[in-house]
């Protein structure tokens, strides 16, 4: 049984606005507790003591492992549940179902990688491969398309290979006109979205986007941390301005064993006979 954590040993954040007599910010023990029982938690998956299929123990026991509460047990194990590691089978347990996260996409849904991740209780990061000026005609994806240019025309690309917790999850090339955001390459290119906004007052509201699956190739896959020719997930994406005018053209290569997509289908009753 794993020992209980050592709560006199960890430094605890405080995310009220609660001071204590000194004018010091007061501790949420209990946030932090979740925090740490669920990092624990998501080692044991990822390290492989607790391999796919494995029941893991039931919320008393991690009550008395971790002395805590129900309530702050429950909370670490839904983020597991969130994040795809694990799955609940009314009547029968917790069960692990990845030893990796698994990010859960709406077909439809625009929001930024960074803020995808964050929601899922990932801690997103940003690699910056490269970012130069090049040929239309070099680039991947729907660029011609997407900007109604020639291939000898000049666009800007900025390459990315995006992470979560530390893991590489997608490499992603995003191709720019010149005139629409002059000096970016001078720019932190950490949070796109967010700079789209703040310099050039630019606000994404409308993508249209193409998905296929296709094969690492073996650059892909070296940055990927996967084999060559394993499954990846390719989206070439043409996102427009509040405007409707062409802004960003997309790029990603998506490891295919650490995302799903899912999307609704509804009947039309006027066509069912």
């Known amino acids: ?43 044991k998956i990822e390290t492989g003591q607790w391999p796919i299929g494995a029941k893991i123990p039931p919320e008393p026991q991690l009550q008395k492992t971790y002395n805590a509460s129900r309530g702050t047990v429950r909370r670490a194990v839904d983020e597991l549940v ?79 290979l995006r992470l979560g917790d530390g893991v590489p999850l997608a490499i992603q090339s995003v191709y720019l006109l010149p005139a629409s955001c002059p000096g970016i390459l001078e720019e932190d290119l950490s949070h796109l979205f967010r700079l789209y906004e703040t310099r050039y007052g630019v606000r994404i509201n409308v993508a249209d986007e193409i998905i296929r699956v296709g094969r690492a190739a073996e650059d892909e896959a070296a940055l990927l941390e996967i084999a060559p020719g394993d499954p990846v997930v390719i989206r070439d994406r043409v996102s427009l301005t509040q405007d409707g005018e062409p802004f960003e053209v997309l790029h990603s290569v998506d490891r295919g064993d650490r995302f799903q997509y899912r999307y609704q289908i509804v009947a039309d009753s006027t066509r069912l006979t």
């Open 1 to 43: 049984m794993s020992r209980g954590l050592d709560k006199s040993s960890i430094k605890l954040y405080n995310r009220s606005e609660r001071l204590d007599v000194l004018g010091n910010p007061m501790i949420d023990e209990r946030e932090l507790l979740y925090v740490q029982i669920q990092r624990d938690l998501r080692a």
């Open 82 to 160: 969130r994040q795809g590691y694990v799955v609940k089978k009314p009547g029968k347990g917790t069960f692990v179902r990845s030893t990796s996260p698994i990010l859960q996409k709406r077909l439809g849904e625009l929001a930024s990688f960074t803020q995808q991740l964050s929601a899922r209780g990932l801690t997103p990061a940003t690699r910056l491969l490269s970012a130069k000026r090049i040929r239309a005609a070099e680039a991947e994806g729907r660029v011609l398309e997407g900007f109604g240019i020639t291939g000898e025309a000049e666009v800007i690309h900025i390459r990315r």
